[in-house]
């Protein structure tokens, strides 16, 4: 007995098997029930009252031999009973229609030296054969002959009680499920220290235990490559600090240009991969301060306005205070507006800020070549290029847009691009105006 009690509490399967076997039980428990409350109401034989079987001689001496047609009609209708006569020149009844073939009885028992008790169709009817006459007496109407629509409605009630116990035990088991979605749900969105709890011994118990330990792998593999980016860059900024150093010495030369652009790229890959792992991190802090949009963007968009096209900035007024990372909103807007200008073709580029009472959009709109749709959603990937055999010099490392998303979802924002081939892209930052936001969602 305790095995089989532990092999359905470690199996969905057989827990299953038993509440939909003792549903099918209790279902034809019911409907069995049911059909026979039903057949013993609709096959009632109606038994012959006692006032009959005593009273019959004086009935029939009321309707007398040969018998009295209107004592025999108000003697029915008294008493609410068929009466029959027949002789072999003679068939009559009081009622129109007869309700039983008389002919079809059979006999049962005696009740008087005359009379008896025949049954035809379950009923028992009264037969007095005298002075030559056979008289048949029967109800006109059985009482309870139909079927009882409150043993249906019971059958009904019960059924559906039965099925919504169903439904609420295997809601119960399928409880994890849902717990295991939601947990897949935040572990998809980055939160890979969220771990799903359960106490459960079956398959769904197994399944959860399963996408645990895939959360713990997902993030110690997660941390250890961070931990090597972070210890690699730091270990690269010696020996680029030193190059850097020995650089100057050397005379003024085209290669010596060409080797400090070499490095300053090395430099400056770094810093985004450096900035692009603390932003990843789901505990960075940002330096927030109150700051005003409108003023702030026109003083980081300036370095631009000599750009090729030149640029229209359009910003709120009144102006809209917002409170953000001054230091990555630069960085932000900068890496922006530098993949603006490298794809631009030499258009007009357009820097658009408006907000209302709760956010802030920033619009960032070239009229340049264009991404097709199928890059859209991946652009904001690491090290992702639309176009793999760009070279660096105009593709870019393929960090920028990665940070930009970094950057907002860090202030509780986020980052959407829309483009058309031919026609340019728009890079939209929403962001939040107050800190509570982010923290509210």
Same mark, same amino acid.
């Given at each position: 007995?305790?095995?089989?009690?532990?092999?359905?509490?470690?199996?969905?399967?057989?827990?299953?098997?038993?509440?939909?076997?003792?549903?099918?039980?209790?279902?034809?428990?019911?409907?069995?029930?049911?059909?026979?409350?039903?057949?013993?109401?609709?096959?009632?034989?109606?038994?012959?009252?006692?006032?009959?079987?005593?009273?019959?001689?004086?009935?029939?001496?009321?309707?007398?031999?040969?018998?009295?047609?209107?004592?025999?009609?108000?003697?029915?209708?008294?008493?609410?009973?068929?009466?029959?006569?027949?002789?072999?020149?003679?068939?009559?009844?009081?009622?129109?229609?007869?309700?039983?073939?008389?002919?079809?009885?059979?006999?049962?028992?005696?009740?008087?030296?005359?009379?008896?008790?025949?049954?035809?169709?379950?009923?028992?009817?009264?037969?007095?054969?005298?002075?030559?006459?056979?008289?048949?007496?029967?109800?006109?109407?059985?009482?309870?002959? @139909?079927?009882?629509?409150?043993?249906?409605?019971?059958?009904?009630?019960?059924?559906?009680?039965?099925?919504?116990?169903?439904?609420?035990?295997?809601?119960?088991?399928?409880?994890?499920?849902?717990?295991?979605?939601?947990?897949?749900?935040?572990?998809?969105? @980055?939160?890979?220290?969220?771990?799903?709890?359960?106490?459960?011994?079956?398959?769904?118990?197994?399944?959860?235990?399963?996408?645990?330990?895939?959360?713990?792998?997902?993030?110690?593999?997660?941390?250890?490559?961070?931990?090597?980016?972070?210890?690699?860059?730091?270990?690269?900024?010696?020996?680029?600090?030193?190059?850097?150093?020995?650089?100057?010495?050397?005379?003024?030369?085209?290669?010596?240009?060409?080797?400090?652009?070499?490095?300053?790229?090395?430099?400056?890959?770094?810093?985004?991969?450096?900035?692009?792992?603390?932003?990843?991190?789901?505990?960075?802090?940002?330096?927030?301060?109150?700051?005003?949009?409108?003023?702030?963007?026109?003083?980081?968009?300036?370095?631009?306005?000599?750009?090729?096209?030149?640029?229209?900035?359009?910003?709120?007024?009144?102006?809209?205070?917002?409170?953000?990372?001054?230091?990555?909103?630069?960085?932000?807007?900068?890496?922006?507006?530098?993949?603006?200008?490298?794809? @631009?073709?030499?258009?007009?580029?357009?820097?658009?800020?408006?907000?209302?009472?709760?956010?802030?959009?920033?619009?960032?709109?070239?009229?340049?070549?264009?991404?097709?749709?199928?890059?859209?959603?991946?652009?904001?990937?690491?090290?992702?290029?639309?176009?793999?055999?760009?070279?660096?010099?105009?593709?870019?490392? @393929?960090?920028?847009?990665?940070?930009?998303?970094?950057?907002?979802?860090?202030?509780?924002?986020?980052?959407?691009?829309?483009?058309?081939?031919?026609?340019?892209?728009?890079?939209?930052?929403?962001?939040?105006?107050?800190?509570?936001?982010?923290?509210?969602?």
């Amino acid at each position: 007995m305790t095995t089989l009690v532990q092999t359905v509490r470690r199996s969905l399967f057989f827990r299953l098997l038993l509440i939909f076997g003792l549903t099918v039980l209790l279902f034809l428990i019911i409907i069995w029930g049911s059909l026979q409350a039903m057949n013993q109401n609709v096959n009632v034989v109606d038994t012959i009252p006692d006032f009959f079987t005593r009273n019959i001689e004086s009935i029939i001496e009321d309707i007398g031999t040969p018998p009295n047609l209107g004592n025999a009609v108000r003697l029915a209708d008294e008493l609410g009973w068929i009466i029959n006569i027949r002789n072999p020149i003679m068939r009559w009844s009081s009622d129109s229609i007869d309700r039983l073939d008389v002919d079809a009885s059979e006999f049962s028992r005696v009740l008087t030296p005359d009379a008896e008790v025949r049954t035809v169709a379950t009923e028992d009817i009264i037969k007095v054969q005298r002075g030559g006459y056979d008289f048949f007496l029967y109800p006109r109407a059985l009482e309870n002959t @139909g079927p009882s629509y409150g043993v249906l409605y019971i059958g009904l009630a019960l059924a559906s009680l039965v099925l919504f116990a169903n439904y609420f035990m295997v809601n119960r088991l399928l409880d994890p499920v849902r717990l295991l979605k939601r947990g897949a749900e935040r572990i998809r969105k @980055g939160d890979l220290s969220f771990r799903v709890k359960t106490n459960r011994q079956d398959e769904l118990g197994e399944l959860t235990e399963s996408i645990n330990h895939m959360a713990d792998s997902l993030q110690s593999m997660l941390e250890a490559k961070r931990q090597l980016l972070l210890a690699i860059s730091h270990e690269l900024r010696t020996p680029l600090t030193r190059a850097k150093l020995r650089l100057e010495f050397m005379e003024e030369s085209d290669v010596k240009e060409q080797l400090r652009e070499d490095i300053d790229e090395i430099d400056l890959l770094i810093s985004d991969l450096v900035e692009a792992e603390r932003l990843n991190n789901e505990h960075v802090a940002l330096s927030s301060e109150w700051v005003e949009i409108g003023d702030f963007v026109r003083a980081v968009a300036s370095q631009y306005e000599s750009c090729a096209g030149g640029l229209e900035l359009i910003t709120p007024k009144p102006d809209i205070e917002v409170f953000i990372d001054r230091l990555r909103i630069r960085l932000l807007i900068t890496n922006l507006m530098n993949n603006a200008i490298r794809h @631009g073709q030499e258009n007009p580029i357009t820097l658009d800020i408006s907000g209302d009472e709760e956010w802030v959009q920033l619009k960032v709109i070239d009229q340049g070549e264009g991404i097709a749709a199928e890059h859209l959603s991946k652009l904001s990937e690491p090290f992702y290029r639309a176009d793999r055999s760009r070279q660096r010099n105009t593709g870019g490392f @393929g960090l920028g847009l990665y940070l930009c998303r970094l950057i907002a979802e860090a202030h509780g924002g986020s980052l959407a691009i829309s483009s058309k081939i031919g026609e340019g892209t728009q890079v939209t930052v929403k962001l939040p105006r107050h800190p509570s936001r982010p923290d509210s969602e």
